[in-house]
């Protein structure tokens, strides 16, 4: 099993940045992909960023591209995604989630944080 703890989400006004942490924990060796997805109420959860634990490769959803970025650090099992220009838009509960498949979509992901909520005011 995998344990994911995601934090960092708040209030923040648009223009501004946050950074979301996910802390992994457990059988963190049987997982490949890491990812960011996002969902506000009524929507299909999005993934907005994705990386494999060494870094070498990274995708981003069309609307982060250019003002977010995810990135790890191996030695404390931390994923981060840092998010820069927030727009209203972006206000949503976000989720860390690992799995084996570098994908965007949620069915290749085992394991979820407990998410976050970022609010973004305009």
């Known amino acids: 099993q995998v344990q994911l703890v995601d934090s960092g989400g708040g209030l923040v006004q648009a223009g501004g940045s946050l950074r979301l942490s996910c802390v992994a924990s457990g059988r963190t060796w049987r997982t490949t992909a890491m990812a960011w997805f996002r969902q506000v109420p009524g929507k299909e959860r999005e993934c907005v960023a994705q990386t494999t634990w060494n870094g070498d490769h990274t995708n981003y959803n069309n609307s982060a591209k250019g003002r977010f970025a995810i990135s790890v650090d191996n030695p404390k099992n931390t994923v981060y995604l840092q998010m820069s220009n927030l727009k209203p838009e972006d206000t949503a509960l976000y989720y860390c989630?690992?799995?084996?498949?570098?994908?965007?979509?949620?069915?290749?992901?085992?394991?979820w944080g407990q998410g976050t909520q970022v609010t973004v005011s305009s």
């Open positions: 989630a690992a799995g084996s498949t570098l994908a965007s979509d949620q069915s290749h992901y085992y394991y």
